[in-house]
């Protein structure tokens, strides 16, 4: 959400790598692990890039045919 909370349900138990990203920051990346009956909390620090940094969203390379 705007505030930067997220919620991801129905993930399997066992680790995954994780990698967060919110555009005009910086990314961080690690590990999670999911366990039975528990709620997992992952927090990550984003931190914003300097203007000269950001660059305007491009479209996927693999986003396919533009339908009206």
């Not at 680790?15 to 990550?44: C, K, L, S």
């Not at 890039?49 to 986003?63: G, K, M, N, T």
């Amino acid at each position: 959400d705007p505030s930067g909370h997220y919620r991801i349900e129905h993930v399997p138990v066992g680790t995954y790598p994780v990698h967060a990203w919110f555009p005009g920051t910086t990314t961080a990346d690690g590990t999670v692990t999911i366990r039975a009956n528990e709620t997992t909390r992952q927090d990550f620090a984003l931190t914003p890039l300097p203007p000269s940094q950001v660059r305007a969203p491009q479209p996927p390379v693999d986003a396919g045919p533009i339908i009206p």
